[in-house]
């Protein structure tokens, strides 16, 4: 597609529940990043692929958050036993090159922990 | 540490009205990225311009302009005859630093209401 993608759109999980969530970013870009974003806040880092590497998970609140991008392509963030504070929309980001360009972001997955 | 400070939560103009949304910075980076990007209600964030710290000149893009002072660590946002389809909200974002992944810190966030 000609932009950043992600599934699903909404997503209500009971608590306790594990949850994933895709984005298929921009076809050939290097950079992707996920952020969390709490209503009526702006978004916030949470981690940074540069192709499948992931070079940065120090916004990751707990170690129940866990991404990956095993191909360098589409990405999965997992949250595992999901807690209410967990509620959130997840945007996902990608970009061309690492640095001097600017990021294209998804809809986002709008989460919620019931 | 970086960050990034919009004061204005909410504003509310009448079409055809010029506003100007604020934005703060801290960073003790002396190379960094300035952006601002625009959320409509469908929730995608639209990309509306980059600069980077050592180019201090003010950009205009249709009803768009932006200053950008590092004396008072500011990069403000104005729109011109501001129109019904500007209504959302906005966001200035900071990135820079030795080990820059461009990862973005971004501000609150102001939301803008146009009414005809």
């Known amino acids: 597609g000609a932009g950043v993608s992600q599934s699903p759109r909404y997503k209500v999980a009971k608590r306790g529940q594990d949850v994933a969530l895709r984005c298929d970013p921009i076809s050939g870009h290097v950079s992707l990043f996920w952020y969390q974003q709490a209503l009526g806040q702006g978004p916030e880092f949470l981690t940074y692929f540069q192709n499948e590497a992931q070079l940065d998970k120090s916004g990751l609140p707990s170690d129940r958050f866990f991404a990956e991008r095993p191909e360098g392509s589409v990405s999965t963030l997992k949250i595992q036993r999901t807690q209410q504070e967990d509620s959130a929309v997840y945007l996902c980001?990608?970009?061309?090159?690492?640095?001097?360009?600017?990021?294209?972001f998804g809809q986002g997955t709008r989460l919620t922990v019931v | 540490a970086q960050k990034v400070t919009q004061a204005q939560t909410e504003i509310s103009v009448v079409e055809k009205e010029d506003v100007t949304l604020d934005c703060v910075y801290e960073t003790r980076d002396t190379t960094y990225y300035l952006f601002w990007y625009k959320q409509p209600p469908s929730g995608e964030l639209v990309f509306l311009i980059r600069r980077n710290s050592f180019d201090e000149q003010n950009e205009i893009s249709g009803r768009y302009s932006w200053n950008f002072q590092k004396s008072t660590s500011s990069f403000n946002f104005t729109i011109t005859a501001s129109q019904v389809v500007d209504s959302a909200v906005y966001f200035c974002a900071l990135s820079g630093g030795s080990s820059n992944t461009g990862k973005l810190i971004f501000g609150q966030g102001t939301t803008l209401q146009v009414k005809p």
């Open positions: 980001a990608s970009s061309s090159r690492v640095l001097e360009t600017e990021a294209f």
